[in-house]
Structure formats: C-alpha cells, structure tokens
T-cell receptor, first 112, second 117 residues
Framework: GESVGLHLPTLSVQEGDNSIINCAYS??????FIWYKQESGKGPQFIID?????DKRQGQRVTVLLNKTVKHLSLQIAATQPGDSAVYFC???????????FGKGTKLSVKP | ETGVTQTPRHLVMGMTNKKSLKCEQH?????MYWYKQSAKKPLELMFV???????ENNSVPSRFSPECPNSSHLFLHLHTLQPEDSALYLC????????????????FGPGTRLTVL
C-alpha cells in the first residue's frame, strides 16, 4: 500500500480564507518532502519543499510544516484565491531509494 | 513552462495499435521519468533513466517499452495495450536520478492523455 496519503480527498474553502492540506507518511527514513499542485489538464507543478532537518518553511503565501514525531506534513495556503483551485500532492523522497513517492492528492476548490 | 514538453497531448488508440509517446526536456537534467496517473490513484512511477541508462523499472508490463536515446529525450513505445492502460502519462526530469541522491525535485511535463479502446 501507499505510505504517503492524504486525510481528505476534497477541500472546499471560501476565497480569502486560509487552506490547510494534510499529508501523512510512514517511512521515517524519508528526508525530503515536496508539495505539488496540479491544475486541470496540466502536469504537477512544484510549490514548496522541505528537508527533514526543518520543521517549517515559508514561501509566497504558502507554508509547509513537518512534524516528524507523528510523520505528518501540511501545506498552508494563505488568503486562498480561485487560482489556487487544483489537486495538491505531497511526495516524499526516501533516502535509500531516492525516488519520489506520491500521495493520492487533495482537490482544493475555492468558492468566490 | 516547466521546460519539459510532451507529445501528443491526447492519444486514442485501439488495442492492436502501436504508438509512441515523446518527452523532451530543455533543462539540462540527467534523469528522466515516466509516470502513470490514473483517476483517484497516486502517481505510479514506471521507469527511471539516468544518463540514458535505465535504472529502475517498477514491474511495468512489457507492452510498455521505454527508450532514452539521449539525456534530453525519452520515449514510451506502446503496443497491444489494454483499456485499463487508459490514463494520463507524465514525463518528468530532475538534475540527478533518485538513487543515492536526496533532494530530488522533479519537473513535470503536461502529460499525454491516453485512451485505449
């Protein structure tokens, strides 16, 4: 089975609100995590990444939080906009293998 | 946009047809990947090439045959596919292949939407 998964398959938020998308992983050897955004008809696009020696990393309107104790990853989007509507994937890089393992994805819908 | 292009964007084929998917990256990367994306399933890694050499094959049926003539181009040759092979096929590239290397951001192409009748 998949070790990287998402708690909610869909998330609907009001424009301007903050969004939080969660991800769980099971392999403690994973040392690098990425969030991807996939819009309809497009391939996944890199949003933000974090290494396992960090707990938090901020980008433009996005923040990724890593809790290694419970093997949990989250993506926070501030002031969510209609253009943020997409499917969001987390992916983990396992040091021993090195290839990315993807979760199923959460579909974010932004209501105007 | 991402530096990775894929053609065709859409493909419909019968089970007896032979077709090929093409991927090209303009990023100077050394590793290229084929993924399969089916509805409601995680991205499935199919093949990994590093410096034109296949380094991983995740138990993919032989009706899928990859080819990497150089580090910028990757093909996926399709032969006698099944309807369950219908999916979005994504190509990606990264600076290095995953094995032995951490922090492996991959850049994806837009994908080829394949329908097998």
């Amino acid at each position: 089975g998949e070790s990287v998964g998402l708690h909610l398959p869909t998330l609907s938020v009001q424009e301007g609100d903050n969004s939080i998308i969660n991800c769980a992983y099971s392999n403690s050897a994973s040392d690098y995590f990425i969030w991807y955004k996939q819009e309809s008809g497009k391939g996944p696009q890199f949003i933000i990444d974090i290494r396992s020696n960090m707990d938090k990393r901020q980008g433009q309107r996005v923040t990724v939080l890593l809790n290694k104790t419970v093997k949990h990853l989250s993506l926070q989007i501030a002031a969510t906009q209609p253009g943020d509507s997409a499917v969001y994937f987390c992916a983990e890089n396992r040091g021993s293998q090195g290839n990315l393992i993807f979760g199923k994805g959460t579909k974010l819908s932004v209501k105007p | 946009e991402t530096g990775v292009t894929q053609t065709p964007r859409h493909l419909v084929m019968g089970m007896t047809n032979k077709k090929s998917l093409k991927c090209e990256q303009h990023l100077g990367h050394n590793a290229m990947y084929w993924y399969k994306q089916s509805a409601k399933k995680p991205l499935e890694l199919m093949f990994v090439y590093s410096l034109e050499e296949r380094v991983e094959n995740n138990s993919v049926p032989s009706r899928f045959s990859p080819e990497c003539p150089n580090s910028s181009h990757l093909f996926l040759h399709l032969h006698t596919l099944q309807p369950e092979d219908s999916a979005l096929y994504l190509c990606a590239s990264s600076q290095h292949a995953g094995t032995g290397s951490s922090y492996n951001e991959q850049f994806f192409g837009p994908g080829t939407r394949l329908t097998v009748l």
